[in-house]
Every structure is written in structure tokens, then in C-alpha cells.
């Protein structure tokens, strides 16, 4: 079973900045591919940013240059620095983890969400 511990988030106007973070407990052996997810009201779920756990990063357009996700890898972390925010940002941000256990099971873990709000 793993755990996700959600952090930050808030409110902040628009062109300010805040951070993320997203740390994975529990029997991990690796964790591949973590990222942040967000959801904005009346609107699907989207992804915003992965890394590998080699640092190989993708983002979606709307946030390519403002947002930087970072992980640590000894702490199972995960990190999304967003900068230059803009109201359409607003949404929950979500952690998702895809988590390799010893035993060789695997499962995709979301966290409970935090609010991000950019104000005009």
C-alpha cells in the first residue's frame, strides 16, 4: 500500500508563484514515473507534468516555462514549482505516483488533491 502526502498549494495572485509537493510512503522498491494531475471546476481531469525517475520531464503546453516538476528520488518525493500563474490555473492539483513494490506488484496511487487558487 502506498501513501501520498500532499503539500502546498493556496492562494496567490496572478502572476505569483507557489509549490507543490508529493511524498510516497510505504514498501517501494521504485517509482518510475511521478506527476501532477489537476482539475478545474466543470472540467475532465488533465495532466500537467510526469518525471522519470531519471529526470526525463514532460509537460502540457499551457505551462511549458512557467511550471519546473522536480522529484527526489531518496525521498520519494515529488516537487511542482509554478511561476507566473494565471487564473486558468486554478484548479486541484493531484499527485500521482506509479509505485513498483518488492514483491513486483505495481499500482498507479493518486493523492487527495490540494486547491490552487490564482486570483486576478
Known amino acids: 500500500q502506498v501513501q501520498l502526502v500532499e503539500s502546498g498549494g493556496g492562494l496567490v495572485q496572478a502572476g505569483g508563484s507557489l509549490g507543490l509537493s508529493c511524498a510516497a510512503s510505504g514498501s517501494i522498491f521504485s517509482i518510475p514515473v511521478m506527476g501532477w494531475y489537476r482539475q478545474a471546476p466543470g472540467k475532465q481531469r488533465e495532466l500537467v507534468a510526469t518525471?522519470?525517475?531519471?529526470?526525463?520531464?514532460t509537460y502540457v503546453d499551457s505551462v511549458k516555462g512557467r511550471f519546473t516538476i522536480s522529484r527526489d528520488n531518496t525521498k520519494d518525493t515529488v516537487y511542482l514549482r509554478m511561476d507566473s500563474l494565471k487564473p486558468e490555473d486554478t484548479a486541484v492539483y493531484y499527485c500521482?505516483?506509479?509505485?513498483?513494490?518488492?514483491?513486483?506488484?505495481?499500482?498507479?496511487?493518486w493523492g487527495r488533491g490540494t486547491q490552487v487558487t490564482v486570483s486576478s
Open positions: 500521482n505516483t506509479n509505485v513498483i513494490f518488492y514483491s513486483g506488484a505495481a499500482v498507479v496511487t
Open positions: 518525471i522519470t525517475s531519471g529526470g526525463i520531464t
